[in-house]
């Protein structure tokens, strides 16, 4: 089946500070991968995403490479603001009929000044 | 502001209430989904609905009744929950069933007490 598993949280850095929160997929498919951020009290949003091999997805400063050799897709930020403390949430659909969106764990990062 | 609403926000219900949920999208999305999210698991899907039908059931228990009487609105009632149903619902919409994107709401916190 398909599953994404990315790192346990909770992280905490200092502001300013370069950023990479581990995602690693399996599927049975050629899936397209995600990004999803919760910020407090809100629901999940689309942050990025790459729907094919070697792709970047990038958004707000945040970047991920969808990387088929290590079935990756590491999200990073070279300098962390306050306002990124939030879940962030790793995905992944298979790229045909109607398959779902398959999530992670989320990981919870927190910014501190 | 993602253009999905949910109410109410929080809820404390004994296990013998039986009480509603509600979603509404103003995004005119023909697809919307109730998940679970529990702490440190991955979002559950339990319910898909496709220009009003009902596409998927992830074996969620009877005592979860979706309803979608129109594209606009989602429903999810409660009767005789448990306390391990405690959780936060959370609903989204998307264009349509294959769509890559998905918008979330910003979820309804359950206790069930």
């Known amino acids: 089946g398909n599953s994404v598993t990315q790192m346990e949280g909770p992280v905490t850095l200092s502001e300013e500070a370069f950023l990479t929160i581990n995602c690693t997929y399996t599927a049975t498919g050629y899936p397209s991968l995600f990004w999803y951020v919760q910020y407090p009290g809100e629901g999940l949003q689309l942050l990025l995403k790459?729907?094919?091999?070697?792709d970047k997805g990038s958004n707000k400063g945040f970047e991920a490479t969808y990387r088929k050799e290590t079935t990756s897709f590491h999200l990073e930020k070279g300098s962390v603001q306050v306002s990124d403390s939030a879940v962030y949430f790793c995905?992944?659909?298979?790229?045909?009929?109607?398959?779902?969106?398959?999530f992670g764990t989320g990981t919870r990062l927190t910014i501190i000044p | 502001e993602t253009g999905v609403t949910q109410t109410p926000r929080h809820l404390v219900m004994g296990m013998t209430n039986k009480k509603s949920l509600k979603c509404e999208q103003h995004l005119g999305h023909n697809a919307m989904y109730w998940y679970k999210q529990s702490a440190k698991k991955p979002l559950e899907l339990m319910f898909v609905y496709s220009l009003e039908e009902r596409v998927e059931n992830n074996s969620v228990p009877s005592r979860f009744s979706p309803e979608c009487p129109n594209s606009s609105h989602l429903f999810l009632h409660l009767h005789t929950l448990q306390p391990e149903d405690s959780a936060l619902y959370l609903c989204?919409?998307?264009?349509?069933?294959?769509?890559?994107?998905?918008?979330f709401g910003p979820g309804t916190r359950l206790t069930v007490l």
């Open positions: 989204a919409s998307s264009l349509a069933e294959q769509s890559n994107e998905q918008f």
């Open positions: 995905a992944l659909r298979l790229n045909f009929g109607n398959e779902k969106l398959t």
């Open positions: 790459a729907t094919k091999a070697d």
